[in-house]
């Protein structure tokens, strides 16, 4: 039970802050344990909560420790405090267990599906595709979108999202996997800096791919502002998405790049962890590029969209048809 456990490992912090050694507790004849069932308690190995006695005596004890050690403790030992909380842990122990949500498979194998559009303004067929399976295992793809937040701090390498990805896999590392250097999120840093953030949404800022180059072939990463976020309440996309895959391709189209960019690779923008409904925004994203691609496009000859799960794949592939767009689809 993690609610058990959460509040076993608060009595274990104030232990520790107070000083309080394991061999005294178990002396104390108002706590009334030996040492194998205090290690058990405050490991949170235990079916229920302690009984209100022993929390009483445990924070006593560490009140004293406190003082005689002179401690100051950031935890309280306000008895009123901890009989709520012991009420609260108490209430969501008995409750019944609610079955997780699975999270969405992820596909494993990677597919890829193309449809040529219409010749385009300057008489070239340029391509729309899905990919689906692990961005890092994508090669080939000259850029990279990451959907980043308004503010362009980078997530961290542990999380699950795009940009973590990116991050991790565009830095320097050593042998155990730890970063040495942090090339992406370092050259962001350092060109967010004169533009006092937070940025206008789907505003594009371009970095070098760092590791990525030579691990993927990935020669640049296009951070597009596609979330807005909020403490205590995570991120939400931002509205028009559809300009953050405009402005991107506009970035991948700039001159200074030599060659130039010929293909682009897009997550779903805003479907990740700020929980966007990619049925509402995957046609908007793929009808855009769509369009950038006939209408304007220069230089870049192929949009992929990542389509990460089964779920993905199928609102992608219904975006493709309802794109409404002449054209063939093959696998590969």
């Known amino acids: 039970m993690t609610e058990v456990r959460a509040f076993c490992h608060r009595l ?49 004890h560490c009140v004293r420790a406190a003082r005689a050690n002179g401690k100051r403790l950031s935890i309280s030992t306000d008895p009123e405090y901890w009989k709520h909380e012991l009420a609260l842990v108490v209430d969501l122990a008995e409750r019944p267990e609610r079955p997780r949500a699975e999270r969405p498979k992820v596909l494993t194998a990677q597919q890829k599906t193309i449809r040529e559009l219409p010749p385009s303004t300057d008489g070239k067929i340029r391509r729309l595709g899905l990919i689906t399976g692990d961005i890092r295992q994508v090669h080939g ?28 896999e565009g830095a320097e590392r050593d042998g155990a996997g730890r970063v040495v250097v942090d090339h992406v999120a370092d050259e962001l840093a350092a060109t967010v800096a004169g533009l006092q953030p937070p940025l206008v949404p789907g505003q594009v800022i371009t970095t070098d791919a760092g590791e990525l180059t030579g691990n993927n072939g990935v020669r640049a990463i296009i951070h597009a502002a596609t979330v807005h976020g909020a403490p205590g309440a995570g991120f939400t996309p931002v509205r028009e998405l559809g ?78 048809d309802r794109a409404n767009r002449p054209g063939r689809s093959t696998g590969s």
């Open 12 to 60: 274990d912090q104030l232990r520790l802050e107070s000083g309080a050694k394991i061999p005294d507790l178990t002396q104390d004849p108002a706590i009334g344990r030996r040492r194998s069932q205090l290690y058990a308690i405050l490991r949170g190995e235990i079916g229920s909560p302690p009984p209100w006695e022993f929390i009483d005596a445990f924070v006593r």
């Open 141 to 168: 793809i000259d850029a990279w979108v990451n959907s980043e937040n308004t503010d362009m701090v980078m997530a961290r390498v542990q999380d699950r999202s795009i940009s973590a990805v990116i991050r991790y």
């Open 243 to 320: 300009r953050c895959v405009a402005n991107a391709l506009v970035a991948a189209e700039m001159p200074y790049w030599s060659p130039p960019l010929s293909s682009v690779l897009f997550p779903l923008l805003g479907c990740g962890e700020a929980g966007g409904d990619p049925e509402l925004i995957v046609p908007e994203l793929i009808e855009t590029a769509a369009n950038r691609l006939v209408v304007a496009a220069r230089h870049v000859e192929t949009v992929w969209f990542l389509a990460r799960t089964g779920a993905d794949l199928r609102v992608c592939e219904r975006a493709l």
